[in-house]
């Protein structure tokens, strides 16, 4: 084997030795936020519906087009 080859083979097997135990250190550092917590409440115009201002001025609605 040409000592040159050797040289860069064994540069490139440290390199890659070093390489690996930088990403492992990195994924070992890394912090998984918690997922929120699921909602109680309805979201978006689910929640709206439910809303007794909205029963409110839905029921207003009904009773002006009964009387139309």
Request: aromatic letters at 6%; glycine letters at 10%.
């Amino acid at each position: 084997m040409d000592p040159e080859r050797g040289r860069r083979f064994r540069s490139f097997l440290l390199g890659g030795l070093v390489g690996s135990v930088a990403g492992l250190a990195a994924a070992g550092r890394v912090r998984v936020k918690p997922s929120p917590a699921r909602r109680r409440t309805s979201a978006g115009l689910a929640a709206f519906e439910q809303a007794p201002c909205y029963e409110e001025a839905v029921e207003r609605e009904r009773r002006e087009a009964a009387l139309s």
